[in-house]
């Protein structure tokens, strides 16, 4: 299971992108001027077999990896589309966020339920997903249509909260990781050079790995450095000048 996310982020006087993987053990910081799919796919290696627990961006959707989407997200977004429509296409887009929240409170509740109930919502909430994406996507193009058609292309992310114990409904741990970035962003942090972002992806990935591991960086910093260094050349050794 591998948690995902990125927030802007600058390189000098260059746009980038601060790019965040983590999973149980080990997490990988990157800085790069790109938003595309190259850079998780970068991180992962096309062999990834796990599980991605991402938002919406579509540089994640084209992955051919196993993904859990962020519900919390979706249910925002289409909350946001609902306060700008009235009448029937209100009512309509309101239908999803509900559908959601539902599939949420089934998540969070999975230990209190039987496994045969926990089953049994499961395929009931997926079934009236399926029926709301096929019904309002041949609907005349509107904002509900669009809707529909853009959730179906994730649909399997979605519901895979309600099959699998393991996928959170929310990515909310790789926003907490990024929040000292953000903090450190709006105070004028960020990198001013190419070769110091890189230098900061390599140091951060490896302190917060360490602490996931229970173990102290200032070990292995310490253990590398003086791996580095030389062994001093015995003086008496050396022939006579």
């Given at each position: 299971?591998?948690?995902?996310?990125?927030?802007?982020?600058r390189i000098g006087r260059v746009?980038?992108?601060?790019?965040?993987?983590?999973?149980?053990?080990?997490?990988?910081?990157?800085?790069?001027?790109?938003?595309?799919?190259?850079?998780?796919?970068?991180?992962?290696?096309?062999?990834?077999?796990?599980?991605?627990?991402?938002?919406?961006?579509?540089?994640?959707?084209?992955?051919?990896?196993?993904?859990?989407?962020?519900?919390?997200?979706?249910?925002?977004?289409?909350?946001?589309?609902?306060?700008?429509?009235?009448?029937?296409?209100?009512?309509?887009?309101?239908?999803?966020?509900?559908?959601?929240?539902?599939?949420?409170?089934?998540?969070?509740?999975?230990?209190?339920?039987?496994?045969?109930?926990?089953?049994?919502?499961?395929?009931?909430?997926?079934?009236?997903?399926?029926?709301?994406?096929?019904?309002?996507?041949?609907?005349p193009g509107d904002a509900v249509?669009?809707?529909?058609?853009?959730?179906?292309?994730?649909?399997?992310?979605?519901?895979?909260?309600?099959?699998?114990?393991?996928?959170?409904?929310?990515?909310?741990?790789?926003?907490?990781?990024?929040?000292?970035?953000?903090?450190?962003?709006?105070?004028?942090?960020?990198?001013?050079?190419?070769?110091?972002?890189?230098?900061?992806?390599?140091?951060?990935?490896?302190?917060?790995?360490?602490?996931?591991?229970?173990?102290?960086?200032?070990?292995?910093?310490?253990?590398?450095?003086?791996?580095?260094?030389?062994?001093?050349?015995?003086?008496?050794?050396?022939?006579?000048?």
């Amino acid at each position: 299971m591998v948690h995902a996310d990125e927030t802007g982020w600058r390189i000098g006087r260059v746009n980038a992108w601060l790019w965040v993987c983590r999973s149980q053990t080990v997490t990988v910081d990157v800085s790069e001027t790109s938003r595309g799919q190259a850079v998780p796919e970068a991180i992962l290696g096309p062999a990834f077999e796990g599980i991605l627990v991402v938002e919406g961006l579509k540089s994640y959707a084209v992955l051919a990896y196993r993904k859990g989407q962020c519900v919390g997200q979706v249910r925002r977004r289409t909350g946001q589309l609902a306060a700008t429509l009235t009448g029937l296409a209100q009512y309509d887009v309101q239908e999803l966020p509900a559908f959601l929240r539902e599939a949420l409170a089934v998540a969070q509740r999975r230990e209190q339920l039987t496994a045969s109930g926990s089953w049994r919502r499961g395929h009931q909430l997926a079934a009236r997903l399926d029926t709301w994406l096929v019904w309002h996507g041949a609907a005349p193009g509107d904002a509900v249509q669009r809707l529909a058609r853009h959730g179906a292309a994730p649909r399997e992310d979605w519901v895979r909260v309600l099959s699998d114990p393991e996928v959170p409904a929310t990515n909310n741990h790789a926003e907490r990781m990024l929040r000292p970035a953000v903090l450190w962003r709006k105070s004028g942090g960020c990198h001013t050079s190419p070769v110091g972002a890189l230098g900061h992806g390599v140091l951060a990935s490896l302190a917060v790995s360490c602490t996931q591991q229970g173990k102290r960086f200032v070990d292995l910093a310490v253990g590398r450095l003086r791996a580095l260094v030389p062994h001093a050349i015995p003086l008496e050794g050396l022939p006579d000048g």
